[in-house]
């Protein structure tokens, strides 16, 4: 089976995340990119109590394409600094039960995709959810921050992108 190139790039950064590096320092809030989403430095919260990421999402649904499930998908919201309207695909999602703030538990789309944080390069699962109400559009959780991450909570922004 051919691989595309984020496939390999997905696998590559799989068995270096494997390694025993040192670990970076994260404040309580820091400055993330999605490359593959086309979102760049975009604060979030950086959350040692939340197990898993999430990104605000406003609109999410599923078509049926040829036979296939398609995730479709825009982030963000129109009233966050730097809003682009983009409806993004996928086929490579999954639904979750994730237990939220307020202690239920709801269904939602999890993503696999590249972040960038503290300088460094990571793969994260990512849920889609409605985050409107909350202070920053995206939350990480310990599931990411496990691979490599301290967090000084007495610090704010100390690895720009």
Known sequence: MVQHKEEQDIVKLSQ????????IVLGRYES???????????EAKIDTGAYSSAIHAHKIWTENIDGHEILKFD??????????PQIIESSNFKRKRVRSSNGR???RFV??????????????DLSLTNRKKMKFPVLI???????????????NNIKKQ
């Open 16 to 23: 270096l995340q494997k390694k025993k590096l040192p670990k």
């Open 32 to 42: 993330v990119s999605f490359p593959e989403l086309n979102i760049s430095s975009i």
């Open 75 to 84: 982030l963000l919201d129109p009233s966050i600094k730097g809003y682009i």
């Open 105 to 107: 538990l709801e269904e």
């Open 111 to 124: 993503i696999k995709t590249i972040l960038l944080i503290g300088g460094k390069k990571r793969i994260t």
């Open 141 to 155: 959780g310990r599931k990411l921050l496990g691979k490599g991450f301290l967090v000084d909570v007495s610090i």
